[in-house]
């Protein structure tokens, strides 16, 4: 069965440092979307991507985030400067059509301390 | 308020027990999708529908689009069953999820 890939599973980094996080999508899709899960709380929708661009945008999602498809098969999602409230669950989805199943990574849960 | 309500937010249930899992929406949706999380964080997409019935060996997922409101049922729980139910829908691309329903089958 296809599936979405993200690494690493587990990042810790320190306040105000840069970190990246990968996703692999399913080959043949082309709608891309980062959403993140803080400890406790619901999934929340940060950003979607198709076409190599930005196609939504959640509040959430400011200046200190970018995403990017750099090499035709990773889509990235960067934070340049992690705040504690960074510190979350970040998942990947992937589908083939705006209104098809949604495939999930794995997920990266990155501790900010 | 919430777009997306779930209800109940813990359940726990004996082996073998029928179990329904509610879900209420307020925006427009183009879908509804119900999903499973494992404790481990993973999330997998359990059904994607916009009218009617479907049904996954155990799992059946109703929606009434004129009430807003779809229901996960879980015929013969079983233990391996317990994770978290979320409810998500989508206006059209993203989605929109509810807090979670977590469940606990017990032996």
């Known amino acids: 069965e296809p599936e979405v890939t993200q690494t690493p599973s587990h990042q810790v980094t320190q306040m105000g440092q840069e970190v990246i996080l990968r996703c692999v999508p399913i080959?043949?899709?082309?709608?891309f979307y980062w959403y993140r899960q803080i400890l406790g709380q619901k999934v929340e929708f940060l950003v979607s991507f198709y076409n190599n661009e930005i196609s939504e945008k959640s509040e959430i999602f400011d200046d200190q985030f970018s995403v990017e498809r750099p090499d035709g098969s990773n889509f990235t999602l960067k934070i340049r400067s992690t705040k504690l409230e960074d510190s979350a669950m970040y998942f990947c989805?992937?589908?083939?059509?705006?209104?098809?199943?949604?495939?999930f990574g794995q997920g990266t849960r990155l501790t900010v301390v | 308020k919430n777009e997306v309500e779930q209800s109940p937010q813990n359940l726990t249930a004996q082996e073998g027990e029928f179990i329904t899992i509610n879900c209420s929406y307020s925006v427009g949706i183009s879908a509804l999708h119900w999903l499973q999380q494992h404790p481990g964080g993973g999330i997998v997409s359990l059904f994607m529908l916009s009218s009617g019935k479907k049904k996954h060996g155990r799992l059946i997922a109703t929606i009434n689009i004129q009430e807003k409101h779809s229901s996960l049922h879980i015929t013969a729980s079983h233990p391996r069953d317990s994770a978290v139910y979320i409810c998500a829908v989508s206006p059209g691309g993203k989605l929109i999820f509810g807090q979670g329903t977590e469940l606990s089958v017990k032996p």
């Open positions: 989805a992937t589908r083939g059509q705006p209104n098809t199943e949604a495939f």
């Open positions: 080959s043949n899709h082309l709608y």
